[in-house]
Structures are given as C-alpha cells and as structure tokens.
C-alpha cells in the first residue's frame, strides 16, 4: 500500500480498528478515512454506498462489527446475527461498486467447530458444529467469509478474510457484562483489590484453554497482510472449488501458536493487576468452547509472528483501564 493510498478504516474507534489505525500512522499513511457510527451507520444500505461513492477508498480494513463476550452473544443473539450480517454486506457490496482494490474482512476464531482439532487450520471451516453460546455471531463472519470468496470468484475482487485468536489491549471494552474475558478478568480484579474483597468468582471451571494476542500485533498483522506484494498476496485469496477441487477460502488465521487455561489467566491478571486475594470459579456457569488454538503456519509462511508477551501486553492494557477508572 503507497503511503498517499486512501484506506478506510472501519470501525476505527474499537479494539481492531483503533489498533489498525494506530499502526497505519506510525507507518506513514497520510489518507486515513474513518467514520463513527454517529457520522455513518454501516448498517444502512443507502448511507453505505453514497459513503463509498464520495470518499472512494482503495483500500478496506473491515473492522467494524457487533462484539461482546459470553452474556451479551446469549442475551442478544438476534442483534449479532442481525447486525453484523448487514454492516459486512453493505461494506463488501459497496467496496466492490466502488473499485476498492483490496479488503481485509475482520472475524474471529469462533467461525471454527466447536471441537475443531487442535490447532485450528483454515480449512477447518465447515467441518463441525459450532458453539452455541455464540453461533450467531459465528454463522455472521462465516458469511462474511464466503461473500469475500464469491465477489472474488465472480467480480474478481481481492478480498482476504483474516481471523484473529481472542484479542485484549488498548481500547477494550471493560463493561461489567459486555466485555470479553480478559478485560473482564482486569474489571474484576481491580475493583476487588480497590474493595479489599478477599475473593473473587470467575465463571465456569477454569479448564477451557485459550490463545490470546495482543490488539497491536494484530494490527501489524493485518497491515503486514494488505502490504504483501501482489505475488505474495494473490495464493491467499484462495481457489474456486469448482475448478481446483480444493477447499481453499480467502482465509488466514492470526494469532500468537499456544495457549493457557482459564485459571492460568485468571492467576496471571491477578499477579499484573496486584490483586492478592483467592480465586474461585462457578461450574455452575457456562465454560464455552473447550479449546481454542489457531494453526497460524499459513502467517507463519508468509513472514509475520506476534512479538508482544501475554504479561508485558496486560501490563499496559491494565494501565490504560486504571487511568481511565481513576
């Protein structure tokens, strides 16, 4: 991507966007394009398309989407199946319209079987059942994959899909029941510490294991993935299964190859946040997908690894959280 190249960055303000903005400045891009929801609602066809056609990005970074941990997925299903299932194909339909060059759709690692084996590869996709605490969400980036491979088989579009392991860092959401584990775990520590509470209760039974990569890396990941040379980039965009007889998607897996169990992370972000109290765990809660663990040899392959360590990047999430709590 030249640096005078104009790119799109949707969903600028969250956890992926914000750090794919970040990374794009410290590279020296100077046509950055960004939208709040307030300014455009991604949701809304019309309002989509009349963005494209004034602004005419050239290049997609497809971040913005409906998020949230385990209660928010079960209490709202319809509104992530819904919403997220508009916002991708606006976005898709639209750069398509408007000539954009390249587009790198955002998803996660829950598009996987919920008993995928370990590690997951891409060519896992569709091959199992998926978790139901969050297969709406997960059925949504599942379709967003497949739009990016049918506009790249019939309009011969570059679209890429890119599926980051569970991701934490600067410009989380904490909410109190809206926020993924690790942000969640760094809430709850730190109000007990600050409560002198001599316990706290995370939920299930701390066995599932899983791999968690900090927001940064994957920003350089995904910019490292647009940047590739076109001799690099065009074997990612996977093949026609009707022709090669392959099932290759336009799919690459990000993510840091290990993983820790859920007591291992709660006893971590304890020790980072300076919470000295026990850590009990209800089993009377859901514990969600037993393992989740990317196969990223495909990234590997192609030159890129995560650099940042899990206790060095919750170091400086749990700074940001507790300048903001005050």
């Known amino acids: 991507m030249d640096r005078s190249a104009r790119i799109f960055v949707a969903g600028h303000r969250g956890l992926v966007g914000s750090a794919i903005v970040r990374r794009l400045q410290a590279g020296g891009h100077t046509a950055l394009i960004t939208r709040s929801h307030a300014d455009l609602d991604l949701t809304d066809a019309q309002a989509t398309q009349a963005f494209f056609d004034a602004e005419r990005p050239e290049y997609v970074f497809l971040a913005a989407a ?11 299903p319809a509104e992530f199946i819904r919403d997220n299932l508009a916002i991708q194909t606006h976005v898709i339909h639209a750069a398509w319209r408007a000539g954009v060059q390249r587009l790198l759709f955002l998803g996660s690692s829950c598009i ?4 995928a084996p370990q590690p997951m590869r891409e060519r896992d996709l569709l091959t199992g059942p998926l978790e139901p605490t969050n297969r709406p969400y997960a059925l949504a980036k599942i ?12 309009y011969g579009t570059r679209y890429l899909a890119a599926m980051p392991t569970n991701l934490y860092g600067r410009g989380d959401n ?10 969640a775990l760094i809430r709850r520590f730190h109000e007990a510490k600050a409560r002198g509470e001599p316990e706290v209760t995370v939920w299930g039974t701390g066995t599932p294991r899983r791999e968690f990569l900090y927001s940064d890396d994957m920003a350089d990941a ?14 990612l965009l996977g093949s026609d299964e009707s022709v090669s007889g392959r099932f290759e998607p336009p799919l690459v897996n990000i993510g840091v190859g290990n993983d820790l169990t859920i007591a291992e992370l709660a006893a971590t972000v304890a020790e980072v946040v300076g919470y000295g109290g026990a850590i009990a765990y209800d089993r009377s809660k859901p514990d969600g997908t037993p393992r989740k663990l990317m196969d990223v040899g495909l990234l ?3 030159g890129w690894q995560a650099r940042t360590p899990l206790r060095e990047g919750l170091k400086v999430a749990y700074e940001e959280f507790a300048r903001q709590a005050g």
């Open 66 to 76: 409906k998020v949230g941990g385990i209660v928010a997925n079960n209490s709202r």
């Open 300 to 302: 590997a392959a192609a």
């Open 222 to 235: 995904c910019v490292f993935l647009m940047g590739l040379p076109d001799e690099r980039y065009t074997p």
């Open 174 to 183: 904490y909410h109190p029941t809206q926020s993924h584990v690790i942000p």
């Open 143 to 154: 379709a967003g994959i497949e739009m990016c491979w049918s506009y790249n088989r019939q």
């Open 112 to 115: 996987y079987p919920r008993l």
